[in-house]
């Protein structure tokens, strides 16, 4: 049963920006009770935290790989998140995934629920 949905990857030349969404699947999930991360998982590569929100999205953390060039934002009222990812570099080549959670349990990368990705393909 999917909860949540990705969209908004795509490929990319190195540089470039993207910007990812994601929304709940179902109206019982309500992103507003929840802190909420983007994962990313590149092949032959580690799981790696990107970032994660707060629920009233005071409060963000990024991967240091990301800072300075990854934004996350949330909508509670729309239901959505987003990452805007700018100045992208071929090491940023990953299926990226949405996930909902708590603080600790997302900053060691596990969730409550989480998508099924969307690929974002950065080329040199």
């Known amino acids: 049963q999917v909860h949540m949905v990705e969209s908004g990857g795509d490929l990319v030349q190195a540089g470039g920006s993207l910007r990812l969404s994601c929304t709940a699947s179902a109206s019982e999930l309500s992103f507003a009770l929840y802190t909420l991360a983007w994962f990313r998982q590149a092949p032959g590569k580690e799981h790696e935290v990107v970032s994660i929100?707060?629920?009233?999205?005071?409060?963000?953390h990024y991967a240091d790989s990301v800072k300075g060039r990854f934004t996350i934002s949330r909508d509670n009222a729309e239901n959505m998140l987003y990452l805007q990812m700018n100045s992208l570099k071929p090491e940023d080549t990953a299926m990226y995934y949405c996930?909902?959670?708590?603080?600790?349990?997302?900053?060691?990368?596990?969730?409550?629920?989480r998508g099924q990705g969307t690929q974002v393909t950065v080329s040199s």
């Open positions: 996930a909902a959670g708590d603080f600790l349990f997302l900053l060691q990368g596990s969730s409550l629920y």
């Open positions: 929100i707060t629920r009233s999205g005071e409060n963000t």
